[in-house]
């Protein structure tokens, strides 16, 4: 096989199927969005241009799920963000040996490895009100008990927490990955000049990892736009909508119990816009970073 | 004789309280999947208890977790395989050519591991009701290949930048054509990087939740849709059954994680442990 044959036989295909992948639902989706169909109701699909968006904007309850989202995607990304930042300078500097680093390393691994459905559940069993392990700690100093997921202000903060235990572990992790690889010559010429842990971390460690790092932080949000699975398990949106996120509530309305497939199609065709101008954004600011 | 540090024995106890934190809920909802029901529901929790499998027993006979495990061992190997089969020789292609529309490629590529599923979820919903596919192992597959084809090539591109040229350009000299370079000397020196990527992969398709809770039902459930539905069923939530068949679903990304965290540095570009 030539080089140019390899090239078309190889190329093409793949990319004719992800293009598929992608336009077709795309396209239905913006298509339906521009139509009125109802499952409930016998009568065909009726074209109504953009009055589902319209709609979308008057709709109280969708401009609560973008704001909880923004919530959850502020909450999640400061959360975990934070976490690694205070984390994974601790752990590198108190676990020294190799063995040691690995074996912490590999316990902060775990809670992102499983599937967000076990996650929400082992979380929910510890915030249970009655039986929960977390309430049962609280009693010994003598507060709560308290029902984090039914309060309505507590239950996006209990989410964020899990969610923040799942990526703030991860994202510690990954910064030990990177910590690991400052050359020692580094550290120790930074010592002779006298600069404490500090110094040393805030001046010299992280700007050496943050060309790695950002890009990390920017895969956590776009993931933090992906609550369903999560949110699903422990509130399903609830108490009322107070923890109601954009793809809880299109799924509420399309596929869940509404069946207005059309509005469902609108408010996804937003999300896509959103994340769309969110990847470019994001994208195009990081190869200025590496660039300079 | 020798001062005690306390600072760094200090230290050392803010760091296991660190790993306790990370691992205590995984711990306790195993502990759960073993305890008997009175033990589940005791109050303050009880760490200590008689073990019995009876869960996982009472677990694996509902037919839904029986069926979601069956259908998950089936959907998640099929989709990672078909998915490689389409990605890994482009991601070399990506590596190795250099042509116009690379680099937009690359990005629609990476654009589409971020569309919001619920975007995609409602056209494949509409399009296998129309099928006939909905609640399908094959429908559910093809849903699935979206994901696995645009994950494997992104990671893979790297995997292959990183085998020598030098090695390539030998047995092209010795009169290998393109296809043989591949099969002969790229594949098999980029294959331990390439075993870790599927490896991640497999987590990620194993885990989904979303796109498989919509478009199955009953008949090709997945494991995570099979656990976390079987529940809302009742109205007391059996927490036994439940963290046994948590459990259940937890064994293969448990498993594989070790492998996982060997492949984790070559994300950055780094030299995976291999």
Known sequence: MSKRQFFYVFLIPTVVVLLAFALYPLFTAIYYSLHDWDLRRTEPMAFIGLG??????QDARFLNSLRISGLFLVGTVAGSVLVAFVLAPFVHETARSHALRSACLFAFILPAVLPRVGAAYMWRLMYDPSIGVINYLFSLVNLGPFIFLQNPRLALPSIIVID?????FLLTALMMILLREVPNEVIEAARLDGTNMLQL???IMYPLILPLSLPLIFVKMMESLRSFDFIFVLTAGGPGIATETLDMYAYWQGLGTAGRVSYAAAMSIFMVILSIVFVTIAWRALRRWHES | MKRINLPRILSYVVL??????ALAPIVWIILNAFKARVDVIAYPPRLFFTPTLANFERVLQIGTISRGLANSLIV???SLLIGAIFAIPTAYVFARYAFKAKNDLRF????LRFMPPVAAVIPFFIVWLQLGMLDTTPGLIITYLGITISTMLWLSI??????PIEYEEAAQLEGLGSLGVFLQIALPIALPSLIGMAIFVFILVWNEFFLAFVLTSRQAVTMPVAAATFAVMGMEVPWGQLSASIAVLMVPPMILSYFFMRYLPSIFGLRSEE
């Open chain 2, 158 to 163: 790297a995997s292959f930048q990183r085998v």
């Open chain 1, 164 to 168: 923040v235990w799942q990526w703030g």
């Open chain 2, 16 to 21: 296991a309280a660190i790993v306790i934190v």
């Open chain 2, 76 to 78: 998640v190997p099929l």
């Open chain 2, 108 to 111: 629609f590529v990476l654009s």
């Open chain 1, 52 to 57: 589902n968006y319209l709609e979308m904007f």
């Open chain 1, 201 to 203: 971390y805030v001046l």
